[in-house]
Nanobody, 127 residues
Framework: QVQLVESGGGLVQPGGSLTLSCAAS????????IGWFRQAPGKEREGVSCISGSDGSTYYADSVKGRFTISRDNVKNTVYLQMNSLKPEDTAVYYC????????????????????WGQGTQVTVSS
């Protein structure tokens, strides 16, 4: 069964950190471009960070640049999103996606070629 399962969300104070995990089963993540998206209530979905399957190049939205880091562990078939210096505006449901995309930017900006979505994990940044 093909699945993407996110974990690691929760409640954190402003300035805190969280690490999200996206674990794949039923397929090999290394063959795909993987992205993290988020959607807050009343807002459009936003591509936060993506990593290419072909060369490991990355893309970050301006809103998270310098604070978030995406990485992948092909042995564990898992992609991570390290989130530091969290702000209340980072509050959202975070989803991971596996795509057949030509670049990390194409996935993050246009959700190009998404084959699989995870179910999402809630991140709440609040004091």
């Amino acid at each position: 069964q093909v699945q993407l399962v996110e974990s690691g969300g929760g409640l954190v104070q402003p300035g805190g950190s969280l690490t999200l995990s996206c674990a794949a089963s039923g397929f090999t993540l290394a063959y795909y471009t993987i992205g993290w998206f988020r959607q807050a209530p009343g807002k459009e979905r936003e591509g936060v960070s993506c990593i290419s399957g072909s060369d490991g190049s990355t893309y970050y939205a301006d809103s998270v640049k310098g604070r978030f880091t995406i990485s992948r562990d092909n042995v564990k078939n898992t992609v991570y999103l390290q989130m530091n210096s969290l702000k209340p505006e980072d509050t959202a449901v975070y989803y991971c996606a596996a795509a057949e995309a030509p670049s990390a930017q194409a996935l993050c900006v246009r959700a190009f070629g998404v084959r699989y979505w995870g179910q999402g994990t809630q991140v709440t940044v609040s004091s």
